[in-house]
């Protein structure tokens, strides 16, 4: 769908703004500050609701209503409307900045209960995934950004930024589910442990040294079955079959004191000496590394470099299986070597990794120390878990009084061994304050109570034993087998999602390849038409996607292929750039997509290239695209004006100046002048009079050069004046009509040929004499100086009348060009060629 109207109200700097169109290219162009790029970005708002600059990344995300409406106007009052015709339908549509939503104003085919035609959504979506919409900052975008942020933008525009976080997220879960399955299997060896250990002990208290060592399944089935045949009980032939306890009548005393076993009053042992060793193993080396570490406090940088080293061993771990991608983001650093710089990072800084190897080794000591009063005090917490007596109800609370123990070990231990190596507890506490922070009140007389509790009873029989090692057994195979079987299941899914994400990449491969393939193909065409001294042999070029993002390399003069931003000056990177979008816009682009917006875009690029770019976007692309070019630059601007894409009378918008108050100032070209130097003739104001002579002039002169093509000396181009276009342009009007055939189909015949070059040579005589009095009284109030009169005023009018008659066609109110047939205009031919 093409433009063909667009009303803007109160939109940042634009108060009031009507324009209409025809379904050829649209220039928008004057200085810079005027407020080209708000029509762009109203436009952009009325599609989708934002405006990129303002609201997108890099701008904290702000909702539209603080920034887009005039800071005189209130929400409401911002509103962008716009007429979207086809040759079968014609749609308005308009966005409110208060509701904010898009909606549909008339459509031509009657059928306002359907809503929005599709023509419109796809129109949206395409202006949201900037299809069709380019600045000179997206130019950099696609050719100086490194492979990654490259990744990101083409990503955008191909719409494939879901698909690229579809891969991260896949990627990310198949990573999730490897560590759950490690986690889980660590789960299980422990689960494992137990229940080995647990007989191993039973079989050696009942059935003497000479029992087998439990390594294996197969070894801990021997056990049980030995254990069943302290009660007669017929062996089983699978672990999992039935309790170890089936089959056995329950012994009338079946529940064996904890603290009568010898491996839990060996363990009660080992916890009691680990108390007393407390202070010498933990207290004292904990307080000296606080106090190491409270020491950085006075050196800022020794800290933060330690801080840094910390980060980069953890980053190196990370970065070992793809050198060359983030293990946060997963973006790819492209040509830079990640795992090389981070270990120059820590070459560089000997002092703080020094430092922080030695506080890492302290605490890596601490936490075995930690580790190593744990371990028992968590088995004989186990331990008195199981079948306590009624008799010994003190047990409870005793259990209680060591799960406290152990929790609050456990609990330091953890803080001590994550987040900042730095950043450890405890960490203004003296020795005093750290054991009482670590052992609960009362611990050591728990553990006497308990060891007086070991002494006094009795020991169980073989039988009493066997079953209760049994019992525990039973509990603790459970435990190693449900964790086993959700190993299981944790592998399975690792393995479905390992191939689920190969699957992806693969099939996400071949998408990307062959879009990409295309849109190379079409780039290395279009790029040879605008400048074919820029790339050699481009079937050796490289455009193909990566993990996270898109390589981009063109050959060289050298034979080899480079970033093009390490080669290319600004201007051919923008003629790069330009090229690369327009292929990747005709490649991906929805067929009902006419409107494509380029927002200041080839500014750096030399003129002769842009003169060839603009007649290519003509040839090319002009029947397939309504271009909308918005520009500060008046060569470019002329060279678009000279193509046959843009709609010179209806599709050119010269904004020449803005203000706070008044927003945007449209320049209104003067096309029909007359009736005002009539009425300042009239009322003898000549000063006024000259003015619009002298405009009306520059205008006919200045639309001549653009329509035949002639280059106007100058020195500065904001200061050409009519001297500069009559002396170019006479000339050229002289040969043509010298060089030009009369017959019955011209307008002129040969007689009036001749006056027009007799006219056209006076007015070397009027430039030269005259066009100074005409300014004086353009120029100057003062009665002595305005020495034009009126006759010789309106004597110099009628030759440029004369002038004007070859410009333009009063008739048909068309501009006049050259052809293949000759010079004509939209009614008639003047001369042929």
């Not at 050298?558 to 327009?582: C, K, M, V, Y």
Request: overall charge negative; glycine content about 4%.
């Amino acid at each position: 769908m093409r433009l063909s109207n667009l009303k803007i109200r109160e939109f940042r700097g634009i108060r009031c703004l009507d324009i209409n169109f025809s379904s050829d290219g649209i220039l928008i162009y004057g200085p810079n500050g005027v407020g080209k790029s708000s029509i762009i970005q109203a436009i952009e708002f009325l599609l989708t609701g934002e405006v990129s600059n303002v609201t997108g990344t890099g701008t904290g995300h702000k909702s539209p209503t603080d920034d887009i409406h005039h800071r005189e106007a209130s929400p409401e009052e911002c509103e962008v409307t716009a007429t979207f015709e086809t040759e079968d339908i014609e749609v308005c549509v308009q966005r409110c900045l208060e509701d904010g939503e898009l909606t549909l104003v008339s459509r031509s085919d009657e059928k306002d209960d359907e809503g929005l035609p599709q023509s419109i959504r796809t129109l949206q979506a395409a202006t949201k995934s900037r299809l069709n919409f380019l600045t000179r900052e997206d130019l950099l975008r696609f050719v100086d950004a490194p492979d990654s942020k490259r990744g990101e933008a083409l990503n955008e525009m191909l719409r494939l930024d879901r698909i690229d976080q579809y891969r991260k997220t896949l990627q990310r879960a198949e990573g999730d589910f490897e560590s759950q399955r490690s986690q889980t299997e660590e789960e299980m060896d422990e689960a494992r442990r137990e229940f080995y250990d647990e007989l191993e002990t039973g079989a050696e208290e009942i059935l003497g040294k000479g029992s087998p060592a439990v390594a294996s399944d197969t070894t801990a089935l021997e056990v049980v079955n030995a254990l069943r045949a302290e009660y007669d009980a017929d062996p089983i032939d699978d672990l999992g079959t039935i309790e170890f306890t089936g089959g056995i009548t329950e012994p009338s005393q079946p529940s064996v004191h904890p603290l009568a076993r010898t491996k839990t009053v060996d363990r009660l042992g080992d916890v009691a000496s680990g108390v007393d060793d407390l202070r010498e193993d933990i207290i004292e080396p904990f307080v000296d590394l606080t106090g190491t570490i409270e020491k950085l406090d006075s050196r800022p940088k020794l800290r933060r470099d330690i801080q840094a080293q910390s980060l980069i061993q953890q980053g190196q771990k990370l970065v070992d299986d793809d050198t060359n991608q983030c293990p946060l983001c997963l973006d790819d650093w492209g040509d830079r070597d990640l795992a090389g710089l981070l270990d120059d990072r820590r070459e560089n800084v000997t002092e703080a990794e020094h430092l922080r190897n030695h506080i890492s080794e302290r605490i890596d000591d601490l936490q075995s120390a930690f580790r190593d009063l744990e371990r028992p005090l968590e088995s004989l917490i186990e331990d008195l878990e199981h079948e306590i007596p009624e008799d010994y109800e003190p047990l409870i609370s005793e259990r209680e009084h060591l799960v406290e123990f152990s929790e609050q070990l456990a609990e330091t231990r953890n803080e001590l061994t994550s987040g900042d190596l730095l950043d450890i507890p405890h960490i203004e506490a003296d020795s005093t304050e750290l054991e009482a922070s670590l052992i609960p009140a009362g611990i050591n007389e728990t553990l006497n109570h308990l060891q007086r509790i070991a002494e006094k009873v009795e020991e169980p029989d073989n039988r009493m034993a066997a079953y209760r090692t049994l019992a525990v057994a039973t509990e603790r195979y459970e435990k190693y087998r449900q964790t086993a079987e959700t190993l299981d299941e944790k592998e399975h899914l690792h393995r479905i999602a390992e191939t689920v994400f190969t699957e992806f990449q693969s099939v996400r491969q071949q998408l990307m390849d062959d879009t990409l393939s295309e849109i190379y193909n079409e780039f290395v065409s279009l790029l040879d038409t605008f400048s074919s001294e820029l790339m050699v042999d481009p079937d050796d070029g490289t455009f193909q996607s990566t993990d996270a993002g898109v390589e981009f390399r063109v050959p060289f003069h050298d034979g080899e292929t480079h970033r093009p931003n390490l080669l290319f000056s600004e201007g051919q990177q923008d003629i790069i750039g330009l090229a690369l979008f327009l292929s990747m816009t005709r490649a991906v682009t929805p067929e009902s997509v006419d409107l494509v917006l380029l927002d200041d875009v080839l500014s750096s690029v030399d003129a002769d290239h842009r003169a060839n770019v603009a007649s290519i976007l003509n040839s090319e692309y002009g029947d397939e695209f309504q271009f909308l070019f918005t520009t500060h630059d008046l060569v470019w601007s002329r060279h678009l004006r000279r193509s046959d894409h843009i709609d010179s009378e209806e599709n050119v918008v010269h904004l020449s100046s803005w203000s706070y108050h008044a927003g945007v100032h449209q320049h209104i070209d003067i096309t029909q002048p007359r009736e005002n130097i009539e009425y300042h003739l009239k009322n003898n104001d000549l000063t006024a009079a000259a003015a619009w002579a002298r405009k009306m002039s520059e205008y006919y002169v200045a639309r001549g050069c653009e329509n035949f093509n002639v280059e106007v000396r100058f020195d500065k181009i904001r200061n050409l004046s009519l001297s500069d276009y009559l002396n170019s342009l006479m000339p050229v009007l002289s040969d043509r009509l010298r060089e030009g055939e009369t017959d019955d189909e011209t307008t002129l015949n040969d007689g009036e040929v001749d006056d027009l070059l007799d006219t056209i040579g006076d007015m070397q005589m009027f430039i030269d004499q005259n066009l100074w009095g005409m300014n004086k009284n353009v120029h100057y109030s003062e009665p002595e100086a305005a020495s034009f009169t009126k006759g010789e005023l309106q004597s110099n009018i009628e030759a440029f009348e004369e002038i004007f008659e070859v410009i333009h066609c009063d008739d048909c109110e068309s501009w006049r060009s050259e052809s293949d047939t000759g010079i004509e205009c939209d009614c008639s031919i003047l001369l042929k060629t």
